[in-house]
């Protein structure tokens, strides 16, 4: 039995994973997935590749692009969700912004450096036309650390995705100003280049697997049902979600790669692009 170490946001997006362990889809093949959830996000599963806490991660798309650029030892083998992420804008319940430009040169509270929940803010404010050198940041680390945030005010507004953060717009605690999807697909499979050096075929072996278990996700019965009661949502928001969510079997594009980079580099959020052999590998 092979251990491979995965880590993931504890979200909807991923349970098509957790089922295929449930299933014992991986312990057939003779590996043995150890699945932690990350609420930090990606800036931690960064990290995380970095110090061999985890083999594999299912990450976002411009946090892993821009870590392996900073040298993060890890490679992207696959797309894993191909459409793209809905950010929410949230401001506190009781705040006085009332619109987006409300929100310029005030302070967005993030995961961690270098997280989906900062680098959006960045793509955020190059679709405003706004500086981004006059962004400033509140390191809150998770949801409640947001919340918390925005309401004593020493943050002004939150990016998350849309729908896990719609049950505290629900409850009062944020109110959503817009969505700011990003403008390619959300989420990858990234995994530390050791593991794709020694193991290969076991990495080739989970893709596989997940592949045949996000191609018949959608055709579960009473998905939805599973869905809003493990993730606290209600049925009708986890309908629209699934309805606008597309899971993946496809490798990551060169022209993708590319547009990815240009746009990051654009808004300067990398200082230099990488090559499409450095950052991504199929196996």
């Not at 993030?110 to 929940?117: A, E, K, Q, T, Y």
């Not at 050198?133 to 507004?157: H, P, R, S």
Request: with cysteine; proline share 4%.
């Amino acid at each position: 039995m092979t251990t491979i170490k995965i880590a993931g946001v504890p979200e909807h997006f991923n349970l098509p994973w957790h089922l295929s362990m449930e299933n014992g889809d991986f312990e057939k093949e003779n590996i043995d997935l150890q699945w932690t959830d990350v609420p930090e996000g990606t800036g931690k599963m960064c990290q995380m590749l970095r110090d061999g806490q985890t083999d594999v991660a299912v990450i976002l798309t411009e946090g892993i692009v821009k870590d392996i650029i900073a040298g993060n030892p890890s490679k992207i083998v696959q797309v894993y969700v191909e459409s793209p992420l809905i950010w929410g804008i949230h401001v506190a319940a009781n705040s006085g912004y009332k619109k987006l430009a409300d929100l310029e040169n005030t302070t967005v509270a993030i995961s961690r450096l270098g997280s989906g929940s900062q680098l959006m803010a960045y793509v955020n404010a190059g679709n405003q036309g706004w500086e981004t050198e006059n962004l400033q940041f509140k390191i809150v680390n998770t949801i409640d650390g947001a919340v918390e945030a925005l309401t004593n005010g020493t943050a002004d507004y939150f990016m998350w995705e849309r729908f896990m953060t719609k049950p505290l717009v629900d409850k009062g605690a944020f109110r959503r100003l817009e969505d700011c999807p990003t403008p390619w697909p959300c989420f990858v499979i990234a995994v530390r280049n050791e593991i794709l050096e020694k193991r290969p075929e076991i990495i080739s072996k989970i893709i596989k697997i997940i592949n045949s278990a996000t191609k018949e996700f959608k055709d579960i019965p009473s998905i939805e049902k599973t869905l809003a009661l493990k993730y606290h949502q209600k049925i009708e928001d986890i309908e629209e979600w699934l309805s606008l969510t597309r899971w993946s079997q496809n490798t990551f594009s060169e022209i993708m790669l590319n547009k990815v980079q240009n746009q990051l580099f654009q808004l300067k959020i990398i200082e230099k692009k990488g090559t499409f052999e450095d950052i991504v590998r199929t196996v």
